[in-house]
Structures are given as C-alpha cells and as structure tokens.
C-alpha cells in the first residue's frame, strides 16, 4: 500500500526484539524490512534500505544506538530514529537529542509505547517515554525566567513552551491561531536571537528550561 512506512529493528536480545516487532506488526501500515543484533549492522541496513524508522538499541556490540544515530545524521539518511534505552542518564538523551533522534523509549514499556511513538514521529512530533520525561528534563529552582529567554517576546516564549511540550508545527499554528510557515519564522527568529545552531538546539533549549516556561 502507498502509505506503508517501513521499519528496521536493532537489538541484541532476540526476546525483546521479538516483542517489539510483535507490537509493531499489528499496525498494517508499518513493514519491519530489517533485524540485526549489533549496531554496524544495523548503520548498513539504514544506509541500504532507507528505512522510515530506526528502532535503535542504545546499548548494542559493534555499535551503540547512539553511535548508529549520529552517523546516520553524518551522512544525511532521513530515516528516524527511536532509541531504547534502560537508563535515565540526561546527558545521553541531550547527545540523542543534538543527532536528530526523534524518539526515546524506556525498554520496560517499549511494547506497550512503540506504536504510539512512530504515530507521534509521524506528525511531526518527537516522543519521550512520560517515566523518562520527568527525570531529564533539568528542574530549575524558582520560577524566573533566565536572562536569554527574556529578551523574547511573549508570542515567542509562548512557542518555546510549546516546543517543551513537544507540539508540532501544525499543533502549535492550530493553537496561536497563526499559519504553521510563521510558526517556522518565529522559530527561525528565536534561534537567531539566542543564537542557536545544531539539530534539534531549539528543542534541547526549550526542554532545560521547560519548568520556568
């Protein structure tokens, strides 16, 4: 069918990823074209499959889940990729973050997640597991807004909350009433204010300063 989105799976424990492809498959829009146990594996089905999404393993032989995203985004493969992972370390999910990943699923419920996650990715949104949410996004004591942010305008800070809120282009044009292009112009002007560069730095701001927004 002309709207399958395909799918490659890397993990190193068969169980789980037989779990995982199990959930998958009950959507008949999405086709696993791809399984491998090891990250070097896996970078080379992404690269010769161009796989709609990656489901990534974060700690993989050969190579992490980590490690396959960053040089996928390296080399300019669109495939999106969702990483798994058991931990809650911050500075991991911001270095996902800084590579273009688009989702970060806790493995425990990865089952009971991963098609909601790919439904989340496919409208534009990015997905972090609601158990993993609260425990990386930085809290900041008080609620003053930090000396950057200040210098946006309320139509614009408004937009970094939303972007913290992991909405959409769309969502957030639907919410502000505005057209979804100038959604795109206001944030093109708030990373020039701030003076942001890098995948997804907008995003990586917005989520540090989420609990002041």
């Known amino acids: 069918m002309a709207d399958t989105r395909t799918v490659v799976i890397a993990d190193d424990h068969p169980l789980f990823r037989a779990g995982v492809r199990q959930s998958l498959e009950k959507d008949n829009t999405l086709r696993i074209v791809g399984e491998v146990d090891n990250g070097a594996d896996a970078l080379t089905l992404i690269q010769d499959l161009k796989p709609d999404f990656a489901i990534l393993d974060i700690q993989m032989p050969k190579l992490t889940g980590l490690e396959v995203a960053k040089r996928a985004e390296q080399i300019g493969l669109q495939t999106r990729v969702i990483l798994l992972t058991m931990i809650d370390d911050r500075k991991i999910f911001l270095e996902a973050m800084e590579c273009g990943v688009r989702g970060y699923v806790l493995k425990d419920s990865a089952v009971n997640e991963i098609n909601h996650a790919i439904e989340s990715i496919s409208d534009d949104k990015y997905y972090i597991s609601p158990s993993l949410s609260g425990l990386l996004v930085e809290r900041r004591k008080g ?26 282009n769309q969502e957030i044009a639907d919410e502000l009433f505005i057209s979804k292009r100038t959604v795109e112009n206001h944030k093109a002007n708030i ?23």
Do not use: Y
């Not at 995948?199 to 927004?213: F, P």
């Open 143 to 168: 609620g003053h807004l930090p000396p950057e942010l200040k210098e946006l305008t309320p139509t614009e800070q408004r937009i970094v909350r939303l972007v913290a809120e992991l909405k959409s």
């Open 191 to 213: 990373s020039r204010k701030l003076k942001l560069d890098g995948t997804n730095s907008l995003l990586k701001l917005a989520l540090k300063h989420k609990s002041v927004l």
